[in-house]
């Protein structure tokens, strides 16, 4: 079940009346999901978090993963319930699922007690079919969207998400020395470690805004940290993209983000160590009256043979 984040407070009209026969309902849902390159995309945010398809990108085999976040629940008489249905957005103030009417009653009709701006909108009671002339739930009035009063009908959240899609955010490319990959390295000397795609898509910061309706949400996203799991047991965090090594450069540590291996790999699996970097990504959003975090990791992998020095003997 997807959780959506708490929405600004229903700050909704006066009475309702019940659904008159033939009336429908129109709302204006938003599905969206992260794309991220690699398998699986496990989105966290304060408030709150998803999960969501990725498609592929990056050096080696990738993999997104995620982390946990404060979760909104939507709640109806004690039980956990989706936060958007097709009867529209739940209102945790009002207890019902709310979206616009349409097409909307003539002016003259009672719900709009002689008012000649605004919207009328559907209460839907959780659990109720979405079914047209049902009776079921009320109308009330308020301002139109994009007032001031008006209920927010796009989970902001949502939009949030939409905007990171439109990043196209890529997995972490390996960049690390020998900068040839299956070429080994020797025990005891020092490897540099970068992440080789470090442009706006693959470290940031990247800014995206999606819109639906009169409601827009922008995000700038940018990677906190780059974390190396070298194969041999050893776990490296860098702050930072790292720094590209060069010929000029010479045969010592990097200064920013490297790595020595004292034991060969011989005995792993295809005789390498699987190197591993992951991005920590952090997408800070705002819009609709609101503001959140979401997080998410992405990465990329390849395989690193180390082997020992030969002395040669002889006679």
């Not at 995620?66 to 008489?77: E, F, I, P």
């Not at 047991?233 to 720094?243: F, K, L, P, Q, W």
Request: net charge negative; glycine share 14%.
């Amino acid at each position: 079940m997807l959780m959506r984040p708490t929405l600004a407070a229903f700050a909704l009209g006066v009475a309702g009346i019940l659904v008159p026969a033939g009336a429908s309902v129109a709302g204006d849902p938003v599905d969206c999901a992260v794309t991220a390159a690699g398998r699986v995309c496990e989105v966290a945010t304060e408030a709150p978090g998803q999960i969501a398809p990725g498609q592929g990108g990056g050096a080696g085999s990738t993999q997104v993963g995620g982390t946990s976040g404060q979760q909104r629940t939507c709640t109806h008489a004690g039980e956990e319930i989706d936060c958007t249905s097709e009867l529209g957005v739940w209102s945790q103030d009002r207890q019902c699922f709310v979206q616009r009417v349409s097409p909307e009653p003539p002016l003259d009709h009672p719900i709009w007690e002689g008012r000649d701006e605004g919207t009328i909108y559907q209460c839907s009671p959780a659990g109720a079919a979405f079914s047209a002339g049902t009776g079921i739930g009320f109308w009330f009035w308020a301002p139109s969207a994009g007032s001031a009063g008006a209920p927010i009908l796009v989970d902001p959240v949502s939009l949030a998400e939409k905007a990171v899609e439109r990043m196209e955010l890529a997995a972490p490319e390996i960049g690390m020395t020998p900068m040839t990959a299956g070429a080994p390295l020797l025990v005891g000397m020092d490897a540099w470690l970068w992440v080789d795609n470090a442009g706006p898509r693959g470290f940031g910061p990247i800014t995206r805004t999606a819109t639906a309706g009169p409601t827009s949400v922008t995000a700038t996203a940018e990677v906190a940290k780059v974390v190396w799991d070298m194969g041999d047991g050893t776990r490296i965090t860098c702050r930072s993209a790292g720094i590209p090594w060069s010929p000029a450069k010479g045969t010592g540590a990097s200064p920013s983000c490297g790595h020595r291996y004292l034991t060969p790999s011989t005995q792993r699996d295809n005789g390498t160590f699987k190197v591993r970097a992951t991005t920590y990504w952090r997408v800070d959003w705002s819009g609709a009256g609101q503001s959140g975090r979401i997080t998410f990791t992405m990465s990329g992998e390849r395989r690193q043979p180390v082997t020992e020095v030969q002395v040669l003997q002889t006679g």
